[in-house]
């Protein structure tokens, strides 16, 4: 059974930072490109970064320069910290996980930035 679990959310002032972090298990972690979305209350589920198995990545324009994602294979985690955060920034962020074949998501972390 695949799970991620997320972790690492809470408030922040605007400017400030958080790292949010995703334990995968039941899946060959690095065979998935793994990924965060994030979806604010009223909005649509967005993608923000994604990360793949060799590790190159790539970053939503409004995130570009401020958050940055990383894993760690052996650990089977991935990382996405955050920096210079914005009230705009305030979302449920879920970890993704990606092999070509099934996607899965976590539960989702709530990041809340007070301006």
């Known amino acids: 059974q695949v799970r991620l679990v997320e972790s690492g959310g809470g408030l922040v002032q605007a400017g400030g930072s958080l790292s949010l972090s995703c334990a995968a298990s039941?899946?060959?972690?690095?065979?998935?490109?793994m990924a965060w979305y994030r979806q604010a209350p009223g909005k649509q589920r967005e993608w923000v970064a994604r990360i793949r198995g060799g590790g190159s990545v790539d970053y939503a324009d409004s995130v570009k320069g401020r958050f940055t994602i990383s894993r760690d294979n052996g650990k089977k985690t991935v990382t996405l910290q955050m920096n210079g955060l914005k009230p705009e920034d305030t979302a449920v962020y879920y970890c993704?996980?990606?092999?070509?074949?099934?996607?899965?998501w976590g539960q989702g972390t709530q990041v809340t930035v007070s301006s």
């Open positions: 993704h996980s990606n092999s070509g074949f099934r996607v899965h």
């Open positions: 039941g899946l060959v972690f690095d065979a998935n490109t």
